[in-house]
Structures are given as C-alpha cells and as structure tokens.
C-alpha cells in the first residue's frame, strides 16, 4: 500500500515547493492529498497532488471535524500541516488528544510551537539562553527610550511579514494593544536564512544558509538573487535552539544584523520556509529528507553539505490549473 500523506496549505508556495520535492524522491509511491481554505484551481500544487480537498480555515471551529473527515476517507494517513496558524491548530489538537484516530502529526509539540508563534515570548527565550536577538519590547511610546526610533512594528504572533512596517513617530503607536504589538530595533541588510532539520530519530543536525542579495527586508518576496552558503557560526546558533527547545524535524530560522550583537534571530519557524526548495538545487533538499526521516528511510543522497558558494536568481513560475473550452 503506498503512503498516504496529507499537505496542508497547499496553495502556498512553501506546500508548492515540498511536494516538488516529494515527487522528485519517491516518484508516485506516495499518495498525496493536498488540502487548503481555497479551491484547488488556485492552488498549484493541487497539480502535482492525487486528490485535493478543499477545507476551512485554521483558525474556524469547522477545521477540526474537516480533519476527521479526511481521516476517515485516508485512513493511515500522516499529516503534514503548513501554514503557522494550521500548524498549532493541529498541534493543540494533538496535545489535548483530540487529533482524529489514524491520522499521524507531523508536527513538534503543541508548547514548542506555541513558544515559536509568539515572538515576544521567543525572544525572552533566546535572552535567557544566550542566544542573539535584537532589542525588542511591547509597543508602547515608553519603550521607545529601549529601542529607538525609527524602529520595526511587528504583531506578537504572525507570520509572512504580515503587518510588519516602519515606525518613525511616537505618534504612530496611538491606540495599539501594547500585548498584541512590538517594537524593534531597526536591523542592518538584507535577511539571512537557515535552514535546518533535526532529526526526529537519531538527533543528528544539519544545516544550509542563505541571503538575499536582492537586499529586500520583505520574507515573502518571490523573485530575487540568493547566494547559498556555509555559514558554521550562524549554523552553531541554530542547533543551539534546535536542541534548546528541542525543535526536532525541518524548521527555518531568519536573521538580520544589529550594530550590537552581530547576526541577530528574528524569527524561529517550525516548518520549512518559502526559500527552502532553493538548497534542493545542490543536494541539501531539507524538505524531503524530513519526510524520509519521519518514515525511517535513509537521507543521505538528500542532505549533501552545501560546499563554496552558489548564486541562484529566482523568478515566477505559472501554470493553468483551470481551463473552460
């Protein structure tokens, strides 16, 4: 019987570039579903899939009984969910034993990704442990003499950039909930990312960076120039926090400089991110290879160590999913 697995979010291109990857490695022996909020002909992915099953939100008491659905209809299926909020959605489910029989999560513990999520939280977690991050505090114009100005605004818990901007003026802080809200420091560059896998069976580590050169600040730009590289000191710092949470299967961490402490975390991601697919290019296919850990296949030919340095310029890619004749 082939494997099952369940993709969340499959109309994000981070689903886009796992199922790729999935295809490359085990061809047609695994059976995909790939569910998401929207329809399946706007989800690309969905292309590359064996079925696709349209399901609500995260975030909607709905998403639960969807589960249980997809559960009955695939039995044996592993789950991998995607999206952040669809990760501690699922996660919560499993921590509170609600998780439909059969389905498998592919996911670190509910309090892992809970501390991930939340970036206030996150980064007393990573003072505590003497790890670099930047001068942050909730919003409010009296945190302004601890960060500075100009300064980041960024929401406590989101993801993809969302509501990230520039703040110049104590005035723009005016009638923010200070506990959903940060300020911080303005960081140097462009924004650096690791990513790296921690295996779920033998606690080995590994770890591929990148840069955008393009110098874009934005986590969701598409195209752009990237150089792949090895970078054992910011390599050292993330299995510092792999191990320290633990945070065990694929994860993305991004960074930026700060005239204080060097290369400083900004986020901690416990799912592969939007670049990820890019390592691939070169042998490190972080994405796959946490799938082939999860099931106990071998993952050596997947994680070949990124050596010297590769430039690689990236565009959009389209496709038709839907064609009325």
């Known amino acids: ?84 909020e669809e990760i501690q959605a699922a996660a919560r489910l499993g921590f509170e034993g609600k998780l439909p029989p059969g389905l498998r999560l592919i996911a670190p513990p509910y309090e892992v990704v809970r501390l991930c999520n939340d970036k206030w939280h996150m980064h007393h977690w990573l003072q505590a442990h003497g790890l670099p991050t930047p001068n942050t505090a909730l919003a409010s114009p009296e945190a302004i003499g601890a960060v500075g100005l100009p300064a980041i605004l960024k929401p406590r818990i989101g993801n993809a950039s969302q509501g990230v901007r520039l703040v110049r003026e104590e005035s723009e802080l005016a009638g923010l909930d200070r506990e959903h809200w940060l300020l911080q420091e303005l960081l140097d560059g462009p924004v650096h990312y690791a990513d790296a896998l921690l295996s779920w069976r033998t606690g080995a580590f590994f770890c591929a960076c990148r840069v955008n050169l393009s110098g874009a600040r934005d986590y969701t730009t ?13 390599a050292a710092c993330v299995e510092r926090i792999a191990r320290g949470l633990p945070l065990f299967g694929a994860f993305n961490i991004n960074a930026m400089r700060s005239s204080a402490c060097g290369l400083c975390i900004i986020d901690v991601n416990p799912r592969v991110g939007l670049g990820t697919r890019m390592s691939a290019a070169v042998g490190a296919d972080i994405a796959a290879a946490n799938l082939a850990d999860y099931w106990g296949d071998p993952t050596g030919g997947m994680l070949k160590p990124v050596v010297g340095e590769y430039i690689v310029a990236r565009e959009y890619v389209e496709y038709i999913t839907y064609a009325s004749l």
């Open 1 to 84: 019987m082939r494997r099952r697995l369940i993709l969340g979010a499959a109309g994000s291109g981070v689903s886009y570039g796992i199922l790729k990857s999935l295809r490359e490695h085990y061809r047609e022996a695994v059976f995909v579903i790939a569910i998401d909020s929207n329809r399946r002909e706007q989800s690309a992915a969905s292309l590359f899939a064996d079925a696709f099953v349209q399901v609500p939100l995260a975030r909607s008491p709905e998403f639960a009984g969807a589960l249980a659905r997809l559960a009955e209809t695939y039995p044996g299926s592993d789950y991998l969910p995607v999206h952040d």
């Open 222 to 234: 598409v195209r752009g120039t990237f150089r792949l590289y090895d970078d054992p000191a910011l």
